[in-house]
Structures are given as C-alpha cells and as structure tokens.
C-alpha cells in the first residue's frame, strides 16, 4: 500500500495545533470584555486608595485658591493636609506634544501634574477618571501655571513614577468627557480659574512666522525649550505652543478660521495652548 506514514509524534502535534486555533477561533467569536479582575484592580497606581466621601474631597478651584500666594509667586509648598481629588485626565502625551505632565480636571477647573516618566497616555487616556491622594505632594507655581509634583533643587519639579503610583488609583469603567471650555483671554482674566483644562477657541486664526509648518526644527523660526510658539488671532500674548518633538510639528499652519482645541496653561504672562493630537485643529465649523 502507497502513502505517507505519519508518526505518532507528528500526529500528536498536528492534533494539539488544531486545538490550539479552536481555541483562539472561541477566543475572537466570544465577548472581549475586561477581565472583572483588571476593571476592579487595575494594572496601574495604588488599588488600595479609597474614594472620600466627606470634608477631605476638595476640588481643582478650592486647592488652587488656597495656595494662590504660592503659585502666583512661583514657589511651591508639601501638602500637609489629606486631602483628595476626584479628576478627569484631559491632556496627556499621546501626541508627544506635553512631556511628562498630565492636565486633569474636574467641574471647577485644571492643572498640571508634573511625572517625570512617559508614555503616560498607555494608561492614563483623556476621559479616564483618578483619584489623586495629595498629601506629601508639592504644589505651586512653574511661571504662575499651578502645577502638583515634588521638590526639585528648591523648586517645583516633577515627582518620579513611582510616588506617583503610589498617590493615583484609576477609577475603572468611569469614562468621562473632558469638556472643552470657552475662557476669557483678556489680562485681566483670572489665571487661576482659566488654565489646566480643555479649552476650545473658535473661528481662529493662527499666524506663521518665517514658515508654513507649526514646529520646525530647521532654524527657520526662534524656538523655546524646542518649542514654536504661533500667535492666535493676533495677539501675541495667546500662542499655540507646538513641540519640534510632537507628533504634528509639521502640519502645515492653516491659511483659514480653524477650531482650536488644547490644554490652556500660562507661562509669565503669556496664554499657551497645547493642542494634543493633531485631531486638536480643525477647520472652522
């Protein structure tokens, strides 16, 4: 009789090769849930934090005016009290254009969180909502922009990646919108109230300089900390700030009204946004 003779052995992997894409046909018919065991305990920050339900939950506005002295100064003080936030993460690194910061939010406002680690956006998405446990934080002043970190050579500076952890837990299954706001860009306007948050400036127009890309890195426009700073609407104290680094350095600056959206900050004076993804600047609706 003709024919090929097949082994025991090779007979026994070629049946466990058929099991094993069963299995995987099972896996990718089946539901992709979470395991209920990453949702209650995720992967990432402190599960051992428990959410406030008394005096201790203060908000963005309440922390940031009771250290105004602090930040409008730029110094920066530990936090002594137990305090916690209860946030909404609304800018990140995915675009590469914010470096090792968060900006977070709640109803009352934002601010920065200086980590000195990246890639934060892997588990910290915009709409995921924290818990932030602040005391043995610092929080102050970087240029008047209110910022939470640590101590650095006297200052305020980011905390590493570790204290971190230790001081956020991840609410799980409680995604939220990070609502872009319309804010008051006048000098008078209050700092304080204005920066950390998403905000959304309308039928814009954004000025180039030497250029027709936001963020070259070819000796065409004057950077700052390798960044371009672009004036909107013609006031040179409202820029879009874009890093040479960012994901969009080179998108072409638009000639029409765009929509832009971004992480307000200040710096000495000077409105910044920070666009986050390149998604941030669309044509005017």
């Known amino acids: 009789m003709s024919g090929t003779i ?36 995720p992967p990432y920050g402190n599960n051992s934090i428990e959410k406030y339900t008394d005096g201790r939950v203060t908000t963005v506005n309440a922390l940031k005016q009771k ?8 110094k920066c003080v530990q936090i002594a009290d137990d305090l916690q936030l209860q946030v909404v993460v609304c800018g990140n690194d995915l675009g590469g254009n914010i470096y090792k910061q968060l900006a977070v939010q709640d109803a ?3 601010i920065i969180v200086g980590i ?5 956006c892997s588990y910290l998405p915009v709409g995921q909502k924290l818990l932030i446990n602040l005391k043995g934080l610092y929080i102050g002043g970087y240029g008047t922009q209110a910022q939470i970190g640590a101590l650095y050579n006297g200052s305020l500076g980011r905390m590493d990646a570790d204290t971190w952890k230790q001081h956020v837990r991840l609410v799980a299954d409680s995604w939220v919108e990070a609502v872009a706001d319309t804010v008051d860009f006048s000098v008078s306007a209050d700092q304080l109230l ?3 948050r998403i905000v ?4 814009a127009t954004v000025t180039g300089t030497g250029t027709q890309t936001l963020a070259p890195d070819d000796g065409t426009v004057s950077l700052t900390s390798n960044c371009a700073n672009r004036i909107i609407n013609g006031n040179s104290k409202l820029l879009l700030r874009t890093s040479t680094y960012s994901d969009f350095a080179a998108l072409p600056i638009p000639g029409g009204k765009v929509d832009i959206y971004g992480v307000c900050t200040i710096y000495n004076g000077s409105w910044q946004i920070l666009m986050r993804t390149e998604s941030d600047l669309q044509p005017a609706q």
């Open 108 to 110: 009352t406002g934002g």
């Open 116 to 120: 000195n680690a990246t890639d934060l």
């Open 67 to 74: 250290y105004a002295a602090t930040i409008k100064s730029s």
């Open 194 to 196: 204005q920066t950390g």
């Open 6 to 41: 097949i082994s025991t052995s090779t007979r026994r992997m070629r049946l466990l090769a058929v099991a094993a894409t069963l299995a995987m046909t099972a896996c990718m018919d089946g539901d992709w849930d979470t395991p209920a065991s990453v949702t209650e305990n």
């Open 200 to 203: 959304r400036i309308a039928a």
